[in-house]
């Protein structure tokens, strides 16, 4: 059974860090490419950031390029997201997803495997 769970988020103020984890069960981790998503109240879930099966690879939605930072250890099944800077905008439910593709995808649709999520709450 495959799991993901994430942690780290909570309440902060703008201009501050979090970093989010994501740990990973039930599957080669180092197999799938990963990724982060948000979804604000009344929302989409839109794409923030994937990274390749080695972790060379990244990529990033354009309202957190220079910001947040995705990285994974496959040795501890885990992922991150590093995001500094943060913004009253930021605010959303943050999903790590799992993907067996081998192209990185920012779709929605496209992702084998989501977690439950984390509430990331920037106030201004």
């Known amino acids: 059974q495959v799991q993901l769970v994430e942690s780290g988020g909570g309440l902060v103020q703008a201009g501050d860090s979090l970093r989010l984890s994501c740990a990973a069960s039930?599957?080669?981790?180092?197999?799938?490419?990963m990724g982060w998503f948000r979804q604000a109240p009344g929302k989409e879930r839109d794409f923030v950031a994937s990274i390749s099966w080695s972790g060379r690879s990244t990529n990033y939605a354009d309202s957190v390029k220079g910001r947040f930072t995705i990285s994974r250890d496959n040795a501890k099944n885990t992922l991150y997201l590093q995001m500094n800077s943060l913004k009253p905008e930021d605010t959303a439910v943050y999903y790590c997803?799992?993907?067996?593709?081998?192209?990185?995808?920012?779709?929605?649709?496209?992702?084998?495997?989501w977690g439950q999520g984390t509430q990331v709450t920037v106030s201004s």
């Open positions: 039930g599957l080669t981790f180092s197999r799938y490419i």
């Open positions: 997803a799992a993907d067996s593709r081998i192209i990185p995808t920012t779709r929605v649709g496209e992702y084998d495997y």
